[in-house]
Every structure is written in C-alpha cells, then in structure tokens.
DNA sequence: TATTGACTTGGAGCTAACTCTAAGTGATAA
DNA sequence: TTATCACTTAGAGTTAGCTCCAAGTCAATA
C-alpha cells in the first residue's frame, strides 16, 4: 500500500503519517528498492491503533512511551499496564466532562427552541 | 471576589482568567476605585460557564461567537442554537471516540493483567 | 517611611501537533 | 527523451491556548 492509500483509508494526511514514522510512533515502514514507503499489514495496525488512541486525545508523548515499552517485550507489562490505567483514567474524566457539558448544551438548545416556537415568552438567561 | 479567590474556586491561573476577559470570552469584570477586578456573581458564573465548555474541549473561538451573539439579544436565539447544535455533534463525535478507545484500553489492560498473574502465556500482541 | 506583596497592563514566549517548503529521485506517459 | 507526477528528505513555519515577563500601582504592615 502507498502512503496515499494509507491517507485515504484511515483520513491521516501524508505528512502525519510520516511524522508518526519520524517520531516513532509507528514502526518504521518497509521500502521498495527505489526508496518508496509500501505499507504492509502490520504498518497499517499500527497507524490504525495510534489514529484511534490521538483521536481519542492521547499524547503523542505518551504513545510514543508505551511503543518504546512495547518493543521491549513481556518484562515492561506491569509498566505498560500501568500507563494504560493512567490513560484511561484520563480519559473517564474527559467523559465526565463532556457528559456534564452535553447536558448543558441540551438545556439551552431546548430553551432556544422553546424561545424560536414562542412556547416561551419570558427570558432572562444566564450564561 | 478577589481574581486569586476566583483562581482557586475553578482551578484556573490568573493569566487564565485575565487571558478571558481579555479574549472577551466573559464580559468586563467590575474593578474597584483602584483599578482591581472585583468579581461578582454574573462575572463568576460566566467563568464557570466558559470553564465547562473548555473543559469538554469547545474551541475558544466558537466560545467568543456565542458570547458576541449573546449580547447582541434575543434576535440571534436561532443563530446561537445552530452553533450549540454544531458542538453537540462535536462532542457526540469525541464521546464516541473515547468510548472506542476505552474499550481498547480496557482490553490491553485486561491481557496484560492476565499476562502479570500468570493466567495467559502466550503472548502474541498485536498493536 | 520603607518595604512587602498582590494586583495592574501590554506584549513576548512557549508547547503540542501538525503542516508546509524546497530540493531531489525515480517510474511512467507523450 | 522530455515532462509529469508521486514520492523522498530535513527542516522551517503555523496555530491554539495559554504562560510568563517587565514595569508599574496601591494598600497594609514593620
């Protein structure tokens, strides 16, 4: 697969993905013999694994350490456990927050639409 | 309200909070005689309010135009609730992602448990 | 009265995560 | 064989959202 396959497949510009494979986010990805990226299976698990987890709003930092602790093998799985708890524990409260925050936009949306349909007349709105 | 008391109530910096007001992200705080924010409650719920949509990740510039359409009244009620809309699906989106990741992670944490206590030897990982 | 310490301002500086540029290579179409 | 086009690299530039700095003011304390 070229990097524009990869592009398209998982919505990651070029240069992104190239990034990744310069910071190490990814493993280095095989060539052909004229020097050009030809992604296999593999390359694409990592991309799609990482995508997921950015998306999601993990730091590159992060991922870059849980890679480097991958690579070590079985002796870093307390330490990789440990930082995947730590994300995910980032990542209850980012929900928390944005369920708190969903609540709020659904009462004022309501209230907008209250105000538009004219069910109600009085209206004096905080923030 | 003093901008330290205010600082700590929402766990915001006083750059933070001056940077705000600055941006207009909450309306001109009151000052005394000699030229000190005094906060008072309209002030602290606008705070609270922007803190909120910060926190679920709603970008400051949209934060700056609903804050413009809200000063400008009730004429601009649909206008404010089509951007709300707008956010919501955004957040709807994020809560998705996150709900993906955290299934992963939850998964990974899971193995690697499984892995520290003995329960599972083999041990062929995929990112 | 001198000093401390919290505040004020405008504006410069910083970090994360891309995003773009320039200069170059190699395979294919005209 | 010339031109086109997708790719390569290293490294510079951009954006959002703060964060810090310098110089100054003011009220309260030693």
């Given at each position: 697969?070229?990097?524009?396959e990869v ?12 990034y ?11 060539r ?5 990226r ?21 730091e ?68």
């Amino acid at each position: 697969m070229t990097i524009a396959e990869v592009s398209k497949k998982y919505n990651l510009t070029q240069d992104t993905i190239r990034y990744y494979e310069k910071e190490g986010l990814i493993p280095r990805v095989p060539r052909t013999e004229s020097g050009i990226r030809n992604f296999d299976e593999n390359s694409c698990n990592w991309i799609e694994f990482i995508k997921c987890m950015r998306d999601a709003g993990l730091e590159i930092e992060v991922l870059k350490e849980y890679v480097r602790l991958f690579w070590q093998g079985k002796n870093t799985v307390t330490e990789r456990k440990q930082l995947l708890e730590k994300q995910r524990n980032k990542l209850l409260e980012k929900q928390k927050n944005i369920n708190e925050t969903l609540e709020r936009l659904n009462y004022k949306i309501n209230l907008y639409d209250e105000i538009e349909k004219g069910i109600r007349k009085d209206f004096t709105e905080k923030p």
